[in-house]
């Protein structure tokens, strides 16, 4: 029939451009020859169509579309491209939708027995898939048991291991050195407060570092490439983004643990599971456990938004400014000095702006004294919850979740009072996520303890970074006014208009080199004393 509206289909179970690429070319071909439309090419890469294809999927849009009356006829190189089930063959040929079906191997929907031929062929096909299935439950159900993972995309952080190569364990998973520093990397400075475009932007630009100061490999610049299965490059790696760096972030694969099945028709994704649901992986953790937990409570938060749910400045002293005329709060702003524009800070109100360059120098050499002060980083704050606790009642909560269950299956539980359980265990399983999250923080100061180069370190942190050490060392810092007309041009020029307000020292715990808290209050060691009596008076 000329002039038909079509739909060409091309969908494959496996993530290969290639063969998606050659059925479009083969049916645009076809519809060229017929003197057919092509009314949308409609593409399910990485699909598999033994289960439900639901939302999301070319295939529910070209369903939709076939409603809407927008397609005559769907075409496909194979049958077995279109269909694998049998409730989808009857699906995509309903009398309601009037379509015809057309694939390369035989199959015309036009005639009865067309219709006939694909049902046969479609229910052949599911009953092999069945047989298999049932044959490979066996395995894969111990497969799982023993925590080995499936083969398919790899996760960032590891390379598979082929069969040949294997321990004796069966291990799939071998990490890669530079890529696990990034991931490690990554958690520590989301941990620490930093965004996820600051983190992105700091390995697409080679600063990021390790935790010794040390840069990261170069080919961490860019995401991995993807390769051809004879290991040439297919596509290389791409710059960094706050979506792909999220995603790393909130996969339960570097801390060793291998995700539950997702349902029919549903791709993966790492915000459809919890932590409880996975099984022990076995292959070698990069993260802990508790640092992909606190990942995943933060980037998972309700109350976040795009941008990350911080809307302040991203200036070192947004937040922690303040003018010392009125005490109104300082904005960012651009002030000219000659017919020069530079960053600068305002007082609301309006008593001043002043250059922002000297102003925060200043306010970092006083940081950095305070950080070099010998043995004072070895004391932190006390406000941390007791990490042992939290993941004990969080293995309690999910031991007492299975047992309920059983009671449901068992028919000794109403359904209804399974909801309210389940409900119940859901929101404290969250709050507890949450409290792990802020007990494994990175504390701002942490970096520091021990460290030859202060000044380096300093210098090689995100403004992020810089922020979080400021906030946990100051209240708050003062900027005056300095008179109508006046410029100051050095940092001794600075003294005597910014004032710094400190935290005390004085409420402080010891804490180990595991980060256990104990429970005494110290107070800041006496040979830190000078060095922090130095920068106060100044």
């Known amino acids: 029939m000329a002039s038909e509206r079509v739909a060409l289909y091309a969908r494959q179970s496996v993530q290969e451009d290639q063969g998606i690429t050659q059925q479009l070319e083969a049916m645009r071909k076809r519809a060229i020859a017929e003197d057919w439309i092509v009314a949308g090419e409609y593409v399910d890469n990485f699909t598999s169509a033994t289960k439900a294809r639901g939302d999301g999927t070319d295939w529910a849009r070209m369903l939709a579309d076939a409603d809407a009356g927008k397609i005559d006829t769907i075409v496909a190189v194979k049958s077995a491209r279109l269909l694998r089930r049998v409730e989808d063959a009857l ?12 694939t390369f191997d035989g199959i015309d929907t036009a005639g009865h027995w067309g219709k006939v031929i694909l049902l046969i062929m479609t229910s052949i096909a599911e009953a092999e898939i069945e047989e298999k299935e049932a044959r490979a439950l066996p395995f894969r159900a111990a497969r799982r048991e023993a925590g080995h993972p499936t083969p398919g995309l790899v996760p960032y952080g590891y390379n598979w291991v082929s069969n040949k190569d294997r321990d004796d364990r069966g291990t799939r998973y071998q990490v890669v050195p530079h890529e696990a520093h990034a991931l490690l990397y990554m958690s520590r400075e989301l941990r620490a407060g930093a965004k996820l475009g600051e983190i ?16 990261l490999s170069e080919q961490t610049r860019l995401t991995r490439p993807i390769l051809n299965r004879d290991g040439t490059v297919k ?7 706050s979506t792909t760096v999220r995603r790393i972030l909130l996969s339960p694969f570097p801390a060793a643990l291998l995700p539950p099945p997702m349902p029919d028709g549903m791709p993966y994704r790492a915000d459809r599971f919890t932590l409880s649901e996975c099984t022990p992986g076995a292959w070698d953790a990069i993260l802990t456990e508790d640092a992909v937990a606190a990942a995943r409570g933060r980037l998972l938060d309700s109350s976040r938004r795009t941008h990350d749910g911080n809307t302040r400045a ?3 002293l947004s937040g922690l400014g303040e003018c010392g005329r009125c005490g109104g709060a300082l904005r960012k702003c651009q002030t000219k000095t000659t017919a020069t524009s530079v960053r600068g800070y305002r007082c609301t109100t309006g008593c001043f702006q002043r250059p922002a360059a000297l102003i925060e120098e200043y306010v970092e050499n006083a940081a950095v004294e305070v950080l070099s002060a010998p043995g004072l980083l070895a004391w932190v704050d006390d406000r941390r919850h007791d990490i042992g606790a939290l993941r004990a009642r969080r293995d309690a909560i999910d031991a007492d979740e299975k047992e309920w269950f059983a009671r449901v299956q068992a028919g000794t539980l109403r359904p209804e009072q399974w909801d309210v359980l389940s409900t119940k265990w859901a929101e404290e399983r969250t709050q507890l996520d949450g409290d792990i999250a802020e007990a494994v923080s990175v504390d701002p100061t942490a970096a520091f303890v021990g460290a030859e180069d202060v000044r380096g370190l300093w ?12 906030g946990a060392l100051l209240l708050g810092v003062q900027v005056h006014p300095v008179g109508k007309g006046r410029r100051l041009t050095s940092i001794e020029a600075v003294e005597g208009t910014v ?14 080199a ?13 040979d830190a004393r000078d060095a922090v009596g130095r920068a106060l008076d100044s």
């Open 91 to 102: 699906e995509v040929t309903a009398p309601r939708r009037d379509v015809r079906v057309v």
């Open 200 to 215: 992105a932007k700091a390995l697409n630009d080679g600063t990021a570092h390790d935790e010794d100061g040390d840069s």
């Open 235 to 241: 596509r290389p790696g791409a710059k960094w983004t």
């Open 314 to 316: 991203k200036w070192l």
């Open 459 to 470: 210098e090689r942190m995100s403004t992020a970074r810089r922020r979080a050490v400021l």
């Open 499 to 512: 004032t710094i307000m400190w935290r005390r020292a004085e409420r402080r715990v010891k804490i180990d």
């Open 514 to 526: 595991e980060r256990t808290v104990s429970s005494v209050r110290g107070r800041v060691p006496d």
